[in-house]
């Protein structure tokens, strides 16, 4: 039996990227136990350890260093060739959609990842909230989407991809701005900008959980729909806001990010969505792309 193959590849660039066997199980649809064993079969027929693993974590050996540049890079070619493959008879285009919850950014290594591995298919992209995504999925408009997470999905298939902890937006000049961390309590008096229900139901309900829970009612303002425009609002001292720490890349004189004590319990997921049973031909290397380009 040959030590190395696809799947023992996919299996060991899993465990790598993590260096966390069970977040790794958790990416690849499995449980951590059968993953461990086909870790040490693999191991076994190498001959050699790849992963050092103690009560400390996981750690790539020098082997395992060794390898896992070659493996990627096996992987890559492999996905190449399949996609060129499927060339003729693949659709033209690849229709996705990019939820508006998150920086615009953030999708670009995604985005330059998929031009460079599908140069002759056309790229067509909708940002929207992801409420509207997850309907045009359905209805076939879109072939996949990047939605923020929790989402009301329905039949969709789901693969969860990253978390987006919430951060704060307030005023650069604020007597708050002096602090590196803040928590909810301490803008419990501020004016804060805040979505519609509308916009994302689930995510909104998650939030109110939370603030409930933290006995957090600020005085709610309504949020704009464009970022650029809410973060002006903040810049000209209106009021505060709570964002996906993605736009933090989003510079603006008279606006100071801080992190929030709660933000992990507001984080916002990002998962990629798609109808099972119509799927695209490019749909294996969009999966693959947009978890190694969006995991964090």
């Given at each position: 039996?040959?030590?190395?193959?696809?799947?023992?590849l996919?299996?060991f660039?899993?465990?790598?990227r993590?260096?966390?066997?069970?977040?790794?199980?958790?990416?690849l649809?499995?449980?951590?136990?059968p993953?461990?064993?086909?870790?040490?079969?693999?191991e076994?027929?190498?001959?050699?350890?790849?992963?050092?693993?103690?009560?400390?974590g996981?750690?790539?050996?020098?082997?395992?260093?060794?390898?896992?540049?070659?493996?990627?890079?096996?992987?890559?070619?492999l996905?190449?060739a399949?996609?060129s493959?499927?060339?003729?008879s693949?659709?033209?285009?690849?229709?996705?959609g990019?939820?508006?919850?998150?920086?615009?950014?953030l999708?670009?290594?995604?985005?330059?990842?998929?031009?460079?591995?599908?140069?002759a298919m056309?790229?067509?992209?909708?940002?929207a909230p992801s409420?509207?995504?997850v309907?045009?999925v359905?209805?076939?408009?879109?072939?996949?989407?990047?939605?923020?997470?929790p989402?009301?999905?329905?039949?969709?298939?789901?693969?969860p991809?990253?978390r987006?902890?919430?951060?704060?937006?307030?005023p650069?000049?604020?007597?708050l701005a002096r602090?590196?961390?803040?928590?909810?309590a301490d803008?419990?008096?501020?004016?804060?900008?805040?979505?519609?229900r509308a916009r994302?139901?689930?995510f909104?309900?998650?939030?109110?959980?939370?603030?409930?829970r933290?006995?957090?009612?600020?005085?709610?303002?309504?949020?704009?729909?464009?970022?650029?425009?809410?973060l002006?609002?903040?810049a000209a001292?209106?009021?505060?806001?709570?964002?996906?720490?993605?736009?933090?890349?989003?510079?603006?004189?008279g606006?100071?990010?801080?992190?929030?004590l709660?933000g992990?319990?507001?984080a916002?997921?990002?998962g990629?969505?798609w109808?099972?049973?119509?799927?695209?031909?490019?749909?294996p290397l969009?999966?693959?792309?947009?978890?190694?380009?969006l995991?964090?």
């Amino acid at each position: 039996m040959r030590a190395l193959d696809t799947h023992a590849l996919t299996l060991f660039c899993a465990v790598a990227r993590c260096l966390n066997f069970r977040q790794a199980a958790e990416q690849l649809h499995m449980t951590q136990p059968p993953l461990s064993r086909a870790i040490k079969t693999l191991e076994d027929k190498l001959g050699t350890r790849l992963f050092e693993r103690d009560t400390q974590g996981v750690a790539l050996t020098p082997a395992g260093r060794t390898l896992l540049p070659q493996a990627l890079h096996i992987l890559d070619l492999l996905a190449t060739a399949q996609a060129s493959l499927q060339a003729d008879s693949a659709p033209a285009r690849l229709r996705l959609g990019l939820t508006s919850s998150v920086e615009a950014g953030l999708f670009r290594p995604l985005l330059a990842a998929l031009e460079r591995q599908l140069p002759a298919m056309r790229l067509e992209l909708t940002s929207a909230p992801s409420p509207r995504l997850v309907a045009a999925v359905r209805k076939g408009q879109l072939d996949a989407a990047v939605i923020a997470l929790p989402s009301a999905t329905f039949e969709l298939a789901v693969q969860p991809l990253a978390r987006q902890p919430m951060m704060l937006a307030l005023p650069a000049g604020h007597r708050l701005a002096r602090k590196r961390k803040l928590g909810l309590a301490d803008i419990a008096l501020e004016p804060l900008y805040w979505f519609e229900r509308a916009r994302q139901p689930a995510f909104f309900d998650h939030c109110q959980h939370v603030f409930r829970r933290h006995g957090f009612a600020p005085a709610f303002l309504r949020e704009p729909l464009d970022h650029h425009v809410l973060l002006s609002d903040v810049a000209a001292g209106k009021g505060m806001a709570l964002l996906a720490d993605s736009f933090r890349a989003l510079r603006l004189d008279g606006v100071a990010y801080r992190q929030l004590l709660e933000g992990e319990e507001l984080a916002a997921g990002i998962g990629l969505a798609w109808r099972h049973e119509h799927g695209h031909a490019a749909l294996p290397l969009l999966r693959r792309l947009a978890q190694e380009a969006l995991h964090r």
